[in-house]
């Protein structure tokens, strides 16, 4: 079974236990072991309200059981589930709409004008395109050829501490 086959079984599982406690599945990475060691899987959940750790234990537990049972993921490997976070991964041009406005840092397969790292305001998204703005210039990325894009948590408060 191939990684993109384990993705979707993985999926398949995890989406009711999911939907059974008011989480969605914000996404999914099967990475292999460096150096020969164990797979990682790791799920990231989220809902409106965010997500507990609790919530993550209890969808951990779940999800590790029906893995036991299923058989999914050949050989040894480690089980994570979490919550995006702040600097959370995109998984689709879709996750980026509500984002618009914010600081997103996107890594391509494919060079753009010999650039493969962009960081900017994110002004548009019309998948599977989607526009970052540096400031000097404006990039339309297409999705297809995104590597890795996650938020940039940038602080509001930018005095130092004990200077209020």
């Keep these: 079974m191939d990684k993109n086959e384990i993705h979707t079984r993985l999926t398949d599982i995890l989406s009711p236990l999911c939907q059974a406690r008011g989480l969605e599945i914000w996404g999914v990475e099967i990475l292999s072991g460096s150096g020969g060691g164990r797979r990682v899987v790791r799920v990231y959940i989220d809902s409106p309200q965010g997500v507990s750790i609790d919530e993550c234990e209890d969808v951990s537990r779940h999800l590790s059981l029906a893995l036991d049972v299923e058989d999914l993921i050949p050989g040894a490997y480690t089980l994570e589930v979490s919550s995006p976070g702040l600097e959370r991964l995109f998984f689709s041009p879709e996750q980026l709409r509500p984002y618009t406005g914010r600081t997103v840092r996107v890594r391509l397969r494919v060079p753009l004008e010999g650039r493969k790292n962009f960081q900017g305001s994110l002004t548009s998204v019309d998948p599977p395109l989607f526009t970052l703005s540096d400031g000097d210039a404006a990039f339309e990325l297409n999705w297809d050829h995104v590597s890795k894009a996650s938020l940039v948590y ?11």
């Excluded at 940038?154 to 209020?164: A, I, L, M, V």
């Design 154 to 164: 940038e602080h509001r408060d930018r005095t130092k501490p004990g200077k209020r």
